[in-house]
């Protein structure tokens, strides 16, 4: 019956009364029997995350720095081991608590520099008997020297130099995360459009830019404590969720849609739908959540907590989810409101955007690295852990439908997704392997090692993120090797690899934007980096085509860029016509329209559908920027 459910080409949904139906939490269950409850080397133990990024065991064992300093860890590019604690010395800052948890583990690390260095692009120069080929070989190669050492100079003057400003940095620089190289930042905070950031290029990339004009509209600073590891949008663009090192799930509204999700809440808290007693799962309202219902959708909805109309977002969010004990990692939305969250606390909680509890939650045995709801039937969704187990779970039965094991000797899950509108599922390794399975049994199919032929990156590193490319069977896949790779999935093969961004310890993972004109991904150097997707292969060498290092790059953060993701819908926050679109018929059909539309049907980016991109961006301090970059042709 599971696979029959799963695998109709008919939509199928979840609703409420299933959800909230049966136990309220599940444990992770196999044929009948039920996992043993056993945290291997990490029994008893909790986890601290301070803003230093620092995670620290304690344990009933009473773990020492004697201890650490006799755990050896293996540095992957230089064989080095040195101790534990050592180790964690070197590792970069705004390091994300789950990769500390995974070096323990593997007792393996990568250095920064590691990532940066060039793979097979660096033998790839062709070699010649002539002294002419020779010296332009050997010109070529001092050329790449002193670049990297002007760079590697640059690149420490501008830390120690940030370093030096953040000592005398005011509170309110803090809070508002502004950037000391932009004099416009602390004059006209307020104002909207007029918030210009820094913007770079690759070098080599000489225009026309498509992103030298973004400016920033809105900051949603000052609600996340700590890091924001994840931010994903609603299907109908107008719910942003968005979690990290606090614990707590947060949903920002557009304005122009905060009546409609406000009588949604009103109307189930009216009919007795919600526990009037709260929990500590309930649901923080926001002072709005108490003002009056209005009957219908406004297009103008009254927003008390800003005076400023032109803000997309709402100041304030629309709701808190509050339940999970550790950093949250993943986010998911079903198309009808529902919201999966996944948690270093070893569980999935299920959410809806209309009630105040945690419906339902999901236990597993290990750290929850990734989620995601079935494209087609959203009854069901997928987990993937650090025990190396994929589990495709029904929420209705309130139990695990089919899983899989991965095999090999790290069988860390780090990322997992659905390709082909569902016909796989796919997930990503620790060591740098996607392995897909047939949806309709979770039986293995296939997988590509993620990695370079030679060089550095010829060891598969961590992968962090999976994206499908709907309408051209292609999927995005983002590594610990700083590197973004385009495969085919009809051959396997290697479309494009994108460069120029920095992750070699995080769990940034990069995305598409809503027309799949370009991608965008977060970087521990403080950026937002772009690529567009298509490109006019005349300006690639004949031997590189399938090498994009045509990047750009906007600055308006002081920390590592976690996440940055493009809104699904643009035209609901910049009108292509003012007011034309807002006269039309109410949110609810149009959120009907949006959420009907089939993901496989969207044309590729080739077709460049509008001129408006609308971008958000998250950092390691909580940080929330939204950019709006409105292209003149």
Not at 61 to 77: R, T
Not at 204 to 217: A, H, L, N
Not at 258 to 271: A, L, Q, W
Not at 343 to 358: A, G, N
């Amino acid at each position: 019956s599971t696979v029959r459910s799963i695998t109709k080409d008919l939509q199928h949904s979840l609703d409420l009364a299933s959800a909230t139906s049966g136990d309220k939490v599940v444990t992770a269950q196999v044929s009948g029997y039920l996992f043993p409850m056993l945290f291997i080397g990490t029994e008893h133990r909790s986890t601290y995350c301070c803003p230093g990024s620092q995670c620290i065991y304690s344990s009933a064992l009473g773990e020492n720095f004697e201890i650490l300093a006799s755990v050896m860890i293996k540095n992957l590019d230089t064989g080095e081991e040195i101790p534990l604690i050592q180790a964690e010395e070197k590792l970069p800052t705004g390091i994300n608590p789950l990769t500390l948890h995974i070096m323990r583990r593997t007792k393996e690390y990568i250095t920064n520099d590691a990532a940066q260095s060039d793979d097979d692009d660096k033998a790839q120069a062709p070699l010649t008997d002539s002294d002419g080929g020779k010296l332009k070989q050997k010109t070529t190669q001092l050329k790449k020297f002193l670049g990297k050492s002007v760079k590697r100079a640059k690149h420490l003057a501008e830390e120690y130099g940030e370093k030096a400003v953040n000592k005398v940095k005011s509170v309110r620089d803090e809070v508002f995360h502004n950037d000391q190289d932009d004099p416009s930042s602390s004059d006209d905070e307020g104002m909207p459009y007029t918030r210009p950031v820094k913007f770079k290029a690759a070098h080599s990339f000489k225009g026309p830019f498509d992103f030298d004009q973004v400016k920033v509209v809105q900051d949603l600073s000052g609600e996340h404590m700590g890091a924001v590891w994840t931010m994903k949008f609603s299907h109908c663009g107008r719910l942003l969720a968005t979690a990290g090192q606090d614990n707590v799930v947060r949903i920002w509204v557009l304005k122009n849609a905060f009546d409609y999700f406000n009588n949604m809440r009103i109307k189930y808290n009216t009919e007795g739908r919600v526990s009037p007693s709260p929990s500590q799962e309930s649901l923080c309202s926001s002072k709005s959540d108490t003002d009056g219902g209005v009957s219908k959708m406004s297009s103008v909805p009254e927003d008390p907590d800003s005076e400023d109309k032109n803000l997309p977002f709402r100041q304030v969010p629309f709701c808190k989810y509050k339940g999970h004990t550790a950093d949250l990692l993943d986010l998911s939305w079903s198309k009808n409101y529902f919201l999966l969250s996944s948690s270093m606390d070893k569980t999935v909680r299920l959410w809806h955007i209309s009630r105040r509890e945690c419906l339902c939650c999901f236990q597993h045995i290990d750290f929850v690295t990734a989620i995601a709801f079935h494209p087609r039937d959203d009854r069901y969704f997928l987990s993937g852990s650090l025990d190396g187990k994929l589990r495709l779970w029904n929420i209705p039965d309130k139990k695990v439908a089919l899983w899989n094991e991965v095999d090999g000797q790290t069988r860390l899950i780090t990322a997992a997704n659905f390709c082909q509108n569902g016909k796989y599922a796919v997930i990503g390794t620790y060591d740098g392997r996607c392995i897909f399975y047939d949806t309709e049994r979770l039986k293995y199919h296939t997988q590509i090692h993620v990695r370079s032929t030679r060089g550095r990156n010829r060891v598969g590193r961590k992968i962090t993120g999976i994206e499908p490319l709907p309408g051209e069977n292609k999927i995005l896949v983002t590594s610990n090797d700083s590197r973004i790779r385009l495969y085919d999935l009809r051959d396997l093969s290697l479309s494009m690899k994108y460069k120029g961004y920095v992750n070699s310890s995080s769990q940034i993972k990069a995305s598409f934007s809503h027309d799949y004109s370009f991608i965008v991904s977060g970087s521990e150097d403080k950026y937002v980096y772009i690529w567009s997707t298509y490109h006019d292969l005349s300006k690639f060498t004949s031997v590189r085509r399938d090498r994009n290092d045509f990047w750009e790059g906007i600055k308006a953060h002081n920390a590592v860029v976690t996440s940055a993701i493009f809104a699904p819908h643009p035209n609901l926050i910049v009108p292509q016509e003012a007011g034309a679109e807002k006269a039309g018929a109410g949110a609810d059909a149009e959120c009907k329209s949006l959420d009907s539309t089939d993901s496989e049907t969207i044309p590729s980016g080739a077709l460049k559908t509008d001129h408006t991109e609308v971008l958000l961006s998250a950092d390691f301090t909580g940080a929330i920027k939204v950019f709006i970059n409105v292209k003149k042709y």
